[in-house]
């Protein structure tokens, strides 16, 4: 057993023996280190993810380390997660940018000995400690449940658009586990709705420009168009501007996902018809929770599932509701 083995073998059994944290072997070598990498630095998703996580460190008595990259992108993430290994934390809670491609650094961080925790976005199919396949290995998944997620705004943009007409997805890129989720739920969710077609969806990189160009771009091909389901912040931030810049907001309507302050405004003047706000908080949280009960040797379930709230016009001034707004800062 090499050196930080034994350590953390030493902590659980500390831990079991219910001798307390502040005087077992792990402690009393110093805090436990738990970083924290999100899918991109520059979301208010992950920014209060970022502050639950802050709370529960503050709450355990952890070294929180915080580092990310600037876009969505698994060049830049990768050389983030080999940065945060070699600082040695005991666990690493991470959005993953892509199901496959994060697979082999993240089992190189998990062979270093350090625990990982999936927290928002997925490895491999989500489904760990089974023992089998080459993703397996994280030590549980905190996230929203996102097919959920997609079957709702099917369900709440097919009613907008009285049952019938053209939608589509706007979308980041796929290969992402959430908004690939989000977008199959939405598909199964729209066959409730024979009357709607849903057009092919548009990859938009995680770029609202992108995203409104896109909007104008379907909009030309299909001047009849009903509604979008925006996948994720970007996505439906960027389709809604584009319905702005073309005339149509308010008239084609769009169901989002997730919830910058701008919504409150968007959902007030007819823009957004609903979003699908997350509880990023309590994925940092519980995210945080579980790596700090694998590292001190308590059970941990292998999958914790996080809340939505849905926003409207009608309820976005309760404050019951208003409290799920991201934080941009
Ligand atoms: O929707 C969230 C997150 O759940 C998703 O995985 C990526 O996009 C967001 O961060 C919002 O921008």
Not at 20 to 30: H, I, K, M, V
Not at 43 to 72: N, P, S
Not at 189 to 216: H, I, R, S, W
Not at 259 to 277: N, R
């Amino acid at each position: 057993m090499d050196r930080r083995s034994m350590m953390k073998f030493a902590g659980a059994a500390g831990a079991v023996a219910g001798l307390g944290a502040l005087t077992s072997p792990a402690r009393a070598a110093g805090k436990v280190t738990i970083a924290l990498i999100p899918g991109l630095t520059a979301d208010g998703f992950y920014v209060t993810m970022h502050k639950g996580a802050i709370a529960a460190a503050q709450a355990l008595g952890v070294d929180l380390i915080y580092q990310g990259a600037a876009e969505w992108n698994v060049a830049l993430e990768v050389p983030v997660l080999e940065a945060v290994v070699a600082k040695k934390p005991a666990a690493i809670l991470i959005a993953p940018n892509d199901k496959q491609q994060l697979i082999a650094p993240l089992k190189k961080a998990f062979d270093a000995g350090i625990q990982i925790v999936c927290v928002d976005t997925f490895i491999g199919t989500g489904v760990f400690q089974t023992g089998s396949g080459d993703a397996d290995f994280p030590v549980s998944y905190v996230a929203s449940d996102n097919v959920l997620g997609g079957k709702m705004a099917a369900a709440a943009l097919g009613k907008a658009i009285g049952g019938k007409g053209k939608v589509y997805v706007a979308n980041v890129k796929p290969g992402i586990s959430t908004t690939d989720q989000r977008e199959q739920g939405f598909k199964e969710g729209m066959k409730a709705f024979p009357g709607a077609q849903v057009l092919e969806t548009q990859f938009n990189d995680d770029d609202a420009n992108k995203a409104a160009a896109q909007f104008q771009a379907v909009l030309g091909r299909a001047p009849d168009l009903a509604g979008v389901f925006g996948a994720n912040l970007f996505s439906a931030s960027g389709a809604a501007n584009g319905a702005k810049q073309a005339g149509v907001a308010g008239k084609v309507k769009i169901a989002g996902f997730d919830a910058p302050e701008s919504i409150v405004a968007q959902l007030k003047d007819g823009t957004f018809e609903m979003t699908i706000a997350q509880h990023p908080a309590e994925i940092g949280y519980f995210g945080l929770v579980a790596a700090y009960a694998k590292v001190t040797g308590n059970p941990v379930p292998t999958a914790i599932g996080t809340g939505f709230t849905v926003m409207t016009k009608a309820n976005i001034d309760d404050p019951n509701v208003k409290k799920f707004l991201y934080s941009s800062k």
